[in-house]
């Protein structure tokens, strides 16, 4: 697509909501991380919701910390993001009310079936990456700052490294998402952390497997905020906190990410994580 064309579709996803309240319509516009938009489970929870309701949501999609940037320019009512540090600093600036459990799923490191790093099994991540690192096998980051961006340097903190060198290859088109991210790893027959309901939307057309899973440090917990009504004045706080119980109701937007996936994938791609659906199940925070 063109970069002009782009941009003006992008633009008038944003104009749109003020002209839809302009002329009553209740309207919402989220934005996500970019992993759950791929999935699809963002186009069923928005169309449910607005079938139960009338209230319209749409979506634009970034990483991360592109979505909250979004967010501190008053041009969205609500984010729902992946990486903890940026999210919490989010909300002391004041542009957001609170972080809200939504769901989660988890990271895997994937990398090519010969595996050069001899990973594949190892029970740490932490391990896998010291490896990788000290083999100087291929690695490639997304290096925008997204939730999974954010995941992945956590992850090489925690190995006390700092990835550097040729092996380490910061993609350049990552800002682009995780979709094309994995498909230029698979090309390079390199390594990368990916959550793994991208992975199973592309199994069939890769040839990466996943080699270290399972490991608590991989854990993917997917928030929501609203923004902030008293920081910025624009925002549709009302509805946003209607789509919000919507979302962390158990017999709702809970029971639609317990399901979604299932019998296309053979697996869940996100599990249920709110206050209310722990409760029902007598989990404890």
């Known amino acids: 697509m063109n970069c002009w064309v782009a941009v003006g579709l992008f633009c008038l996803l944003l104009f749109t909501p003020w002209m ?27 169309n449910e919701f607005e079938r139960e309701t009338g ?46 459990d939504l769901m989660y799923n988890d990271f895997v490191i994937v990398g090519p ?3 050069p790093a001899g990973i ?21 980051s997304r290096g925008d700052n997204s939730g999974t961006h954010v995941a992945e340097m956590d992850l090489w903190k925690k190995a006390a490294i700092k990835p550097s060198g040729s092996w380490y290859v910061i993609y350049e088109k990552g800002a682009e998402g995780k979709v094309p ?17 991208t992975l ?18 991989l854990l993917n917990y997917i928030s929501l905020i609203p923004v ?17 119980k919507w979302l962390t109701s158990p017999e709702k937007g809970q029971k639609i990410i317990r399901d979604f996936g299932k019998k296309e994938y053979g697996s869940p791609l996100f599990f249920p994580n709110s206050k209310e659906w722990r409760d029902l199940q007598g989990v404890k925070n």
């Open 55 to 100: 209230i319209r949501v749409r979506h634009v999609g970034a990483g991360t910390g592109a979505a909250l940037d979004i967010a501190r320019k008053g041009e969205v009512d609500l984010v729902l993001v992946h990486a903890k540090s940026l999210e919490e600093k989010f909300v002391q600036e004041g542009f957001g009310t609170e972080r809200v």
């Open 120 to 140: 594949k099994g190892m029970k740490e991540a932490t391990e896998a990456l010291k490896a990788i690192s000290q083999k100087g096998v291929s690695f490639i």
């Open 181 to 197: 991210t994995l498909r230029y790893t698979d090309q390079r027959g390199a390594y990368t952390v990916i959550d793994r309901a």
């Open 200 to 217: 199973l939307t592309l199994q069939g057309q890769i040839k990466l497997v996943v080699l270290v899973e399972k490991d608590e440090a």
């Open 113 to 115: 079936p010969g595996d």
């Open 20 to 46: 839809s309240r302009a002329q009553g319509n209740p309207f919402i516009l989220l934005a996500s991380t970019i992993g759950p938009i791929d999935s699809g489970i963002i186009d069923l929870l928005e």
């Open 228 to 244: 902030n009504l008293k920081k910025l004045s624009k925002v549709n706080y009302s509805d946003a906190m209607t789509f919000v």
